[in-house]
C-alpha cells in the first residue's frame, strides 16, 4: 500500500535588495494582515535566526508585527521587528500563499542615519559625501592593506578594499547572515561610483551583481 504525504511547502530564500525595491515601485499600502499570516512570518524569523545570526532575537507580540502590501505586485510584506530598533525581518507572501516565499533583513532606521566614511590607514572619519569618496576611494589601489567603509548604521554598511586585481565590494544588512560581496572585482570609478550610490540612497548599487558570503558572526 502506498501513502501520499502532503509535500513539504518550498523554503523561504533570502532575496537580494534590489528585489525589494521592485516590489516598492508602484506604492505600498497598509494592510491589516491575518494573526496566522503574521504568526507564520514570526515562525519563519524564529526558524532563521541561526542562519541570519539573529541569535538574541526573541518573537514580539504579534501586535508588533505589521503588514504593507505592494500595489504593483500581489505581495505582502509583513515585518517582524528585531532586536534592534527599527530594523525588521520582513516576510514576503506572494499571491495570497499561507506561508512567505522570500525574506529579507532590512534596517529602516539606517534610511535617516547620516552615512560615516571610516578609513583607517588615511585616519579618515567623517560624514561620507561624494566629494570625499571621490578623493580617497582611488588612493586604496596605491595601499594594499587599506579598507574604507560607507556605514549607514551598526551592522548595515558597505566596505571596499583593492588589490592587483581591481576593487572589491562587500554590503551587509543588519548581520553577517545577510553580507554580500561583488561576484568580480571592479574598477576605481565603478567602486567610486557605487559607493556614492550607496551613500546618497540612490539604490544604483542594489542593481549590481552581488553573491551571498558566509560570515561567522563574532
Request: proline share 7%; charged share 20%; glycine share 6%.
Amino acid at each position: 500500500m502506498f501513502f501520499s504525504r502532503k509535500p513539504t511547502p518550498p523554503s523561504s530564500r533570502l532575496m537580494q535588495l534590489h528585489e525589494y525595491i521592485d516590489l516598492l515601485h508602484g506604492g505600498t499600502e497598509d494592510h491589516a494582515g491575518s494573526d496566522a499570516v503574521k504568526q507564520s512570518a514570526v515562525a519563519l524569523a524564529h526558524g532563521l535566526r541561526g542562519p541570519l545570526q539573529l541569535k538574541a532575537w526573541t518573537a514580539p507580540p504579534l501586535a508588533q508585527v505589521f503588514a504593507r502590501r505592494s500595489q504593483a505586485h500581489d505581495a505582502l510584506l509583513v515585518h517582524v521587528p528585531l532586536d534592534i530598533r527599527d530594523c525588521f525581518l520582513i516576510a514576503i507572501f506572494r499571491n495570497g500563499a499561507p506561508t512567505a516565499q522570500e525574506h529579507l533583513l532590512f534596517d529602516i532606521g539606517a534610511e535617516y542615519q547620516e552615512p560615516m566614511l571610516d578609513c583607517p590607514e588615511f585616519g579618515v572619519a567623517e560624514p561620507a559625501n561624494e566629494a570625499n569618496i571621490r578623493h580617497w576611494i582611488p588612493l586604496l589601489q596605491d595601499s594594499p592593506s587599506a579598507f574604507a567603509i560607507v556605514e549607514r548604521r551598526g551592522g548595515t554598511y558597505m566596505q571596499v578594499f583593492a588589490d592587483a586585481e581591481g576593487f572589491h565590494l562587500e554590503h551587509q544588512l543588519v548581520t553577517p547572515g545577510a553580507h554580500y560581496r561583488t561576484a568580480e572585482s571592479v574598477s576605481a570609478e565603478e567602486a567610486v561610483g557605487m559607493l556614492v550610490s550607496y551613500a546618497c540612497e540612490k539604490y544604483e548599487w542594489a542593481y549590481k551583481p552581488w553573491e551571498r558570503l558566509e560570515l561567522q558572526g563574532t
